[in-house]
């Protein structure tokens, strides 16, 4: 079982920048594609970025492409999520996945799941 643990949201401007990290714990935690989804009262869960196993090929959703990176330390069980030029539109809950076996867009996709993190931006 593998459990995650996200960290790093909080209130920022449109405008401004946050980092999200996700700590992963459990055999094999980091022996998979990870990444992170968001989910707001409005939309469903939608994805937002992703990394391979070994971090050498990455997906990013349309809205965000140019503004996030994603990156991955499997040494440190860590993904982080820098976040900059953040705009209202990207107010949502944060959430961690791993547990794919390849690179993908599909929730489904994931085995493991964090609580998720707030990230809120104000215009």
């Known amino acids: 079982q593998v459990q995650l643990v996200e960290s790093g949201g909080g209130l920022v401007q449109a405008g401004g920048s946050l980092r999200l990290s996700c700590a992963a714990s459990g055999e094999d935690a980091t022996s998979y594609a990870m990444g992170w989804f968001r989910q707001s009262p409005t939309q469903e869960r939608e994805f937002v970025a992703a990394i391979s196993w070994r971090g050498y090929s990455f997906d990013y959703a349309e809205s965000v492409k140019g503004r996030f990176t994603i990156s991955r330390d499997n040494a440190k069980n860590t993904i982080t999520l820098q976040m900059n030029s953040l705009k209202p539109a990207d107010t949502a809950i944060y959430y961690c996945?791993?547990?794919?076996?390849?690179?993908?867009?599909?929730?489904?996709?994931?085995?493991?799941w964090g609580q998720g993190t707030q990230v809120t931006v104000s215009s």
């Open positions: 996945a791993a547990g794919a076996n390849l690179l993908s867009r599909y929730s489904s996709e994931y085995k493991n």
